[in-house]
C-alpha cells in the first residue's frame, strides 16, 4: 500500500516536470538581422532566439507564488502536515527553480528594489515588486511560510538535510550575523548600480540552470553536501532576504505553534528543530531586582549607539574599498595608475586590460571619468557610513538580545528564525491525543 | 559525540570558506586584469621548422622616406623605393644612386625595361625617367580609385584598384583598353574581395596577368584581354596557405614561375610554387616587428628577394641558401 502510495507521487511529479518543460520549448524564432550573403554560397542558420518570458506568464508566475504560499500556510497552520509542506518543497524545486531556472526569486528581488529606490532611471517590474512583497505579507501574517516550502532555494537545501546535527546556540548567533553584513552589502552595492551581488553568488543557480563555471558548481556542491548535516546553511548563514523575512516573522499574528493545544512539556520535540530555532521553556520565575534591570538598560543604551557611531566610522573609512568594486571606479584607478607609473606599460608582460581599451575607443577623456568615478566614491562614503551603521546596530541589538532574559513556559518556535517547516509537529503526541478522542 | 564534534566542526569550516571565497572573489579578484578571452593568438604560429627556411637575410640598409609604399628593382638590379614626395634609387649593393622629387604620396611602383618608373598615386599614374623627369601622366577616372599596384608589359601598363576591386588594362599612352576582373558569371570570374588596401598584381613569365585576390586568399591568373586562365588558392593558418582577412597582401614572381608572397598578421615571407603548392620559407614571423605590414616586394635577377620593411624603415635583401 505505500509502495503504491510513493510511485503513485512519483508519477505525479514526472508528469508535472513534463507539463512545465513543454512549456519552456515555446521559443519562437526571429531574424533580427538580414543574413549576409555569402559569395562562396554558405547557407547561414537560422539563428533560435529565446523570447523575453510574455507578461501572462510571469503574472501566472505570481498567480503560481500565491497559491504556493497559501498552500504551505495552510498546511502548516491548518492541516499541521509535514509531508505536505515536503510535496511543495518538491513543486518549488521544480516550478521556480528547474523550470523557472531560479529567476526572479524573493531574494534576488531584493536587489531590484534597492536599485529602484536609488536609480530613477531603472524601471521594476511589477512582478519583481510581487515577488518580493507577496512572502513578507505572509511572513507578517503567518511567519516564514516562503522559507518552509515555496522558496527554491531553501527547499532544494531542506530535501539534503537527512542527517541534521545540533550547533551551540553562540555559534549559530554568530553565524547568524553574515546575511545582515550580506544584506547590507547587496543593498549598497545595488543602490549604487555596482552589481547585483546575491545573484552573482547564488550558489543553486547553476545547479537549476545546469549551467554555471566549476567554481559555482562547487559552491553549490559544498552547500548542498553541508546541508547533510547543518540543515540550511545557505537559509540560515548567508540568506540576505531571510534578514526581512526574520524581522516580519517575529511580528507574525499567527505563527504555527509546536503543539496544537497546551504543552505538556514532555520534551519530545525538543531536538526535532534541526534549524536550532525551538526555544526551551525557561521556568525560572524570581525577579529580577530593579538596579540590575536598570544598569543593564544603560549599559545598553550607551553600548548600542556606540556601536553604531563606531560602525558609520568604519564604514566610511573603508568606503574607497567598498566603492572599488565599482567598474567606473575600477577603471579609473586603472588608468591613474598607469598615468602615474607609465613603465608599466612597457613590460614586456602587460596585457591592457580590455576595460580600458575600450573606455580609449570610446572617446571619453580622462577627466570625466575621473569626475564620474569620484562621484560614486561619494555615493559610496555615505552608503559606507550607513552600511556601518546598521551593522553596528545589528552587533549592538545580538549582543543585548544574549543577555536579556526572557521567561518561557513551553517549547516555542524562535519566530524569526523558525522556517515552518513543521518537522517539530511531528514530533508532539498532543494532536494525536485529540485526534484519537475524536 | 566526538564524530559529530568533528563534522559540525567540518561544516563550519566549509561555511567559513565559502564566506571566505566570495568575499576574496569580489573584493580581491577583480583586481586581476581582465584578459581578451576571444583574443586571436597567433604565438604557435611564429615558430618554423628551421628546415623549411631556404633564405638568409644577407644585406640591409635604412631608407629615409615617409610613407615607404613601394619597392621594385630594374634590369640592372637597382633597386626603386616609392613613398611621399620622393622616389629613392640604390644599387644592388645598397650604395645610394639618386632621389627623385615627385611631389604625390605613391602607393605602388613599377620599373620598365626601358628605366622608365610607373608610379602609382592614389588616383593617377606618372611616369618618370631614370635622371628624374616626368614624362607623362594620366588620370583614372572612377570615383573611390586607390591605385595599389602597376604591372607591365612590353606593350600595357596594368593597374590595380583597391578602392573599386578591379584592374585597368591600358596601353603604354595611358588609353584605357578594357578593365579585368569585375565579377562575371558566364566567364566564370567571381570578383576581387579586397577588404583593406592590398591588392597586388604580377606579370607572370608566360606574360599572362597575376592577381592577387586576397580576400579569397587565392591567386588568378588573366589574360590581357581579362579571361580567366587559371588559379589557385590556399586558405590556411599553416605555412602551406593564406588567413586572416586578406592575404597575401603582396608578391612578386620568380623568373622560374613561383611567387614569394609577404603576409599581415601572420607576418611572413614564403614561396609557393607556380602551381600554388607551398615550397619554403624566406623569413618567420619572429624576424619582423610586432605590428609589420605593407610587406612590398621584387625580386632581381639574381633571384634575390627584395623587401621593403616600413615598420624597420628598411629594405631588406634575402638570397637562397646553397642547400
Not at chain 1, 550607551?302 to 557611531?309: E, S
Amino acid at each position: 500500500m505505500r509502495y503504491s502510495r510513493t510511485k503513485g507521487y512519483i508519477i505525479e511529479i514526472v508528469l508535472l516536470f513534463t507539463i512545465l518543460l513543454s512549456f519552456q520549448t515555446m521559443d519562437v524564432q526571429a531574424q533580427r538581422f538580414p543574413k549576409p550573403e555569402f559569395e562562396s554560397g554558405h547557407v547561414q542558420p537560422d539563428t533560435q532566439i529565446a523570447l523575453p518570458r510574455s507578461d501572462i506568464l510571469e503574472y501566472f508566475d505570481v498567480f503560481v507564488l500565491i497559491v504556493a504560499l497559501s498552500v504551505v500556510s495552510w498546511l502548516v497552520l491548518k492541516k499541521r502536515s509535514r509531508r505536505g509542506v515536503f510535496w511543495v518543497s518538491i513543486f518549488s524545486i521544480l516550478y521556480f527553480g528547474f523550470y523557472r531556472e531560479g529567476c526572479v526569486c524573493s531574494v534576488g528581488s531584493l536587489q531590484n528594489i534597492a536599485l529602484a529606490l536609488f536609480n530613477p532611471g531603472y524601471k521594476i517590474p511589477l512582478t519583481v515588486i510581487a515577488f518580493f512583497v507577496i512572502p513578507l505579507i505572509f511572513s507578517l501574517f503567518f511567519g516564514r511560510v516562503f522559507c518552509a516550502g515555496v522558496c527554491p532555494l531553501g527547499a532544494i537545501q531542506d530535501i539534503f538535510a537527512w542527517k541534521p546535527m545540533q550547533m551551540k546556540s553562540w555559534l549559530q548567533k554568530l553565524l547568524g550575523l553574515i546575511p545582515y553584513i550580506y544584506f547590507g552589502l547587496a543593498i549598497l552595492y545595488a543602490a549604487t548600480s555596482t552589481d547585483f551581488i546575491i545573484c552573482r553568488y547564488d550558489p543553486f543557480i547553476g545547479i537549476y540552470r545546469l549551467d554555471a563555471d566549476f567554481l559555482m558548481f562547487l559552491l553549490g556542491g559544498i552547500f548542498l553536501l553541508t546541508s547533510i548535516f547543518i540543515a540550511r546553511p545557505y537559509c540560515r548563514f548567508f540568506c540576505p532576504y531571510g534578514v526581512l523575512l526574520n524581522l516580519f516573522s517575529r511580528v507574525s499574528k499567527n505563527h504555527m505553534t509546536i503543539t496544537p493545544s497546551k504543552c505538556i512539556q514532555c520534551k519530545l520535540c525538543e531536538n526535532s528543530c534541526p534549524f536550532g530555532a525551538i526555544e526551551e521553556p525557561n521556568m525560572v520565575k524570581i525577579k529580577e531586582p530593579r538596579k540590575n534591570t536598570v544598569r543593564r538598560f544603560l549599559v545598553f543604551t550607551a553600548i548600542i549607539p556606540a556601536l553604531i557611531i563606531v560602525g558609520v566610522y568604519v564604514g566610511s573609512q573603508f568606503h574607497q574599498n567598498l566603492a572599488m568594486v565599482h567598474p567606473k571606479v575600477r577603471l579609473a584607478q586603472n588608468i591613474m595608475d598607469l598615468k602615474n607609473n607609465p613603465e608599466i606599460q612597457e613590460d614586456s608582460e602587460y596585457i591592457e586590460p580590455l576595460e580600458i581599451e575600450a573606455f580609449r575607443s570610446a572617446g571619453k577623456s580622462d577627466q570625466q571619468l575621473f569626475t564620474e568615478a569620484k562621484e560614486i566614491i561619494g555615493d559610496f562614503h555615505t552608503g559606507g557610513m550607513i552600511l556601518g551603521g546598521f551593522l553596528g546596530l545589528v552587533f549592538g541589538l545580538t549582543l543585548a538580545s544574549l543577555s536579556v532574559f526572557k521567561y518561557r513556559t513551553d517549547y516555542e518556535p524562535n519566530k524569526g528564525e523558525c522556517f515552518s517547516c513543521a518537522r517539530c509537529m511531528d514530533y508532539c503526541p498532543i494532536e494525536e491525543k485529540v485526534g484519537s478522542s475524536e | 559525540m566526538e564524530k559529530n564534534k568533528i563534522i559540525i566542526g567540518l561544516a563550519i569550516v566549509a561555511i567559513i570558506a565559502v564566506v571566505g571565497f566570495m568575499a576574496a572573489d569580489f573584493f580581491i579578484g577583480f583586481d586581476k586584469p581582465q584578459k581578451n578571452v576571444y583574443e586571436f593568438k597567433l604565438d604557435d604560429f611564429t615558430d618554423v621548422d628551421s628546415s623549411l627556411i631556404n633564405y638568409t637575410e644577407v644585406l640591409n640598409f635604412n631608407i629615409d622616406i615617409e610613407k615607404m609604399k613601394a619597392v621594385d628593382v630594374d634590369k640592372d638590379d637597382n633597386i626603386y623605393v616609392a613613398g611621399k614626395d620622393k622616389i629613392l634609387i640604390y644599387d644592388k649593393n645598397a650604395k645610394f644612386i639618386r632621389q627623385i622629387y615627385t611631389e604625390v604620396e605613391a602607393l605602388s611602383l613599377k620599373v620598365s625595361d626601358n628605366n622608365d618608373i610607373y608610379l602609382g598615386a592614389r588616383d593617377h599614374v606618372e611616369i618618370w625617367n631614370f635622371e628624374g623627369e616626368k614624362e607623362a601622366s594620366w588620370e583614372v577616372l572612377n570615383p573611390r580609385v586607390v591605385i595599389t599596384s602597376i604591372a607591365l608589359t612590353d606593350s600595357s601598363v596594368f593597374v590595380a584598384d583597391a578602392g573599386n576591386k578591379i584592374i585597368y588594362h591600358y596601353n603604354l599612352n595611358g588609353k584605357l583598353k578594357n578593365e579585368i576582373g569585375r565579377k562575371d558569371s558566364i566567364k566564370g570570374i567571381q570578383g576581387f574581395v579586397i577588404p583593406s588596401p592590398y591588392f597586388d598584381i604580377a606579370i607572370g613569365r608566360d606574360n599572362e596577368l597575376w592577381v592577387v585576390n586576397s580576400g579569397r586568399h587565392q591567386f588568378e591568373a588573366y589574360d590581357m584581354y581579362g579571361n580567366l586562365k587559371s588559379s589557385w588558392k590556399k586558405t590556411s593558418m599553416n605555412l602551406d596557405g593564406f588567413s586572416g582577412c586578406c592575404n597575401p597582401s603582396n608578391m612578386a614572381i620568380l623568373p622560374n614561375g613561383s611567387f614569394v608572397t609577404t603576409e599581415k598578421g601572420i607576418v611572413r615571407i614564403k614561396i609557393h610554387k607556380p602551381s600554388g603548392e607551398f615550397e619554403s620559407v624566406v623569413a618567420t614571423p619572429k624576424q619582423f616587428d610586432k605590428g609589420t605590414r605593407g610587406l612590398d616586394v621584387a625580386v632581381d635577377s639574381e633571384n634575390r628577394i627584395i623587401l621593403l620593411d616600413p615598420m624597420r624603415a628598411m629594405i631588406r635583401i634575402f638570397e637562397k641558401d646553397n642547400k
